[in-house]
Each structure stands twice: as C-alpha cells, then as structure tokens.
C-alpha cells in the first residue's frame, strides 16, 4: 500500500531466487506484486521488471496470465515508450500474437526502430544488437519472414559485442524465418547453433547473470523460443514424411 525502493529490491530479488530455483508460481506471484510497486523506479527498472515476469509465466505455462500480463505492459508504456520501447515489444511477443496485440504495439515499434538507429549511428554496437533481436521477432510475428530474416543477421553481425543468450535468440529467431521462407536446411542449421549455446547453459543451474553477459531471463527467453522453433520444424518435418 505504500510503495518503497526498499521494498521493490526485495521483492525483485526473492523473485530471481525463485526462478533462479525454478519455481516459477512463486517467482511469477512475487513479480507481479512487484510491478504493482515498482513506480518509483525510472523506465530503466521497470521495463526490466517486466522482462522478468514474462519468461515467468510462460514456463509455468500460465497462458491466460501471460496474455493479461502483455496487454497490461502495452497499455502501461504505448503513451511513453522512451528509450525502452525495445523491451516492451520484445517481452509482449515471446508467444505468438493476434492483429489486435500487433496493432497495440505500432507506437512502440515506431519508437524501437528509432533507437535502434540512435544506437547504430552512435557506434554503440552493444545496445543495436540487443535491439536488433525484438525487431527480428517483430517482424516475424507480423508475418514479414524476409525483414524478419534480416534483423537477425543484422543482429549476428555485430561481432564485436558478444552476448551468448542474445546470439542465441538470433540464431532461433532466424531458423524460424528461414523455416517459413522454405530454406529448410539453413534452418536446421540455425537452429542447431541456437540449440547448441542454449542446451550448454542449462547443462547447469541458472545463476543470476550480468548485463553484458546476460541475465537470467534472457537466457529463460531463448529458451522459450528455442521450444517453439523445434516444435515448428518438427511438426514440418512429420507431415514431409510418407
């Protein structure tokens, strides 16, 4: 009822333990009070907030909730998306979206496209990369496979700032494009190197994780596409067979 910065620290760190324990009713329930109470935080805190909840409710397999959840988060920041816009669109796409949810995010695509701009005009390779990864999945989720196909690579060739969750997303997301584009066999590939750098890091228990390396929710992102991928080339590769 009274919200602190104090108390929003604590709920957000009880809930990485959780998920970092994989509970994610508990880690999914502490976040969502923490939404409730994170309004002090700057833009900043809080759109990372909601990259932490998503990745929560969809391993816990609450679709309902996640779809409350991503309605919740485009109505909370499509009127003043800042330089964070990235992040919103990426967390309300990591399931697939209906034309009503796609239209809900113009405003916020908009404003994505533009600082992945700023960013690349501005040599700051890092944060183009990052943003790169949510205008691949935007336009995949759109159904524009070949723009799709594009800001992966784009997303691949920023070699020089390395993040292995991040490079994984890209490798998916692109299997998936490639996969609708009927380049079967490149996206078999692409798929085998996500699956490769996503498989060795849960071969251990998830630690918390920094930003340049990636955090835990990251890591929880690729590995919710990397189940949608498969299932999509699977299920491709059955009705091929005779």
Not at 40 to 63: F, H, I, K, N, Q
Request: proline share 4%.
């Amino acid at each position: 009822s009274q919200p602190t910065v104090e108390g929003a620290a604590v709920f957000r760190a009880v809930g990485e333990w959780h998920a970092l324990q994989g509970r994610w009713q508990q880690s999914a329930d502490r976040f969502a009070v923490l939404l409730r109470i994170d309004q002090l935080d700057g833009m900043d805190g809080s759109t990372l907030d909601y990259l932490r909840r998503g990745p929560a409710l969809v391993e816990l397999g609450d679709t309902g909730g996640y779809e409350r959840f991503r309605e919740q988060a485009i109505a909370r920041f499509s009127a003043n998306s800042g330089p964070y816009a990235d992040r919103i669109v990426k967390i309300s796409l990591l399931l697939p979206a209906g034309p009503r949810v796609i239209a809900s995010l113009n405003p916020l695509a908009a404003a994505m496209a533009k600082s992945f701009a700023e960013a690349d005009a501005a040599g700051d390779g890092f944060m183009a990369a990052w943003r790169a990864v949510p205008l691949a999945l935007w336009e995949y989720r759109r159904g524009n496979f070949a723009e799709a196909a594009e800001w992966g690579r784009r997303c691949l060739s920023y070699r020089d700032y390395t993040n292995a969750p991040r490079t994984a997303t890209a490798w998916i997301i692109l299997a998936m494009c490639d996969h609708q584009l009927g380049q079967a066999d490149a996206a078999r590939t692409e798929l085998a190197q996500g699956r490769d750098i996503v498989e060795n890091k849960f071969k251990n228990r998830l630690d918390r994780g920094t930003p340049m390396q990636g955090f835990w929710f990251d890591w929880a992102f690729a590995r919710i596409l990397l189940h949608e991928t498969t299932a999509l080339l699977e299920t491709a590769s059955r009705r091929q067979s005779p």
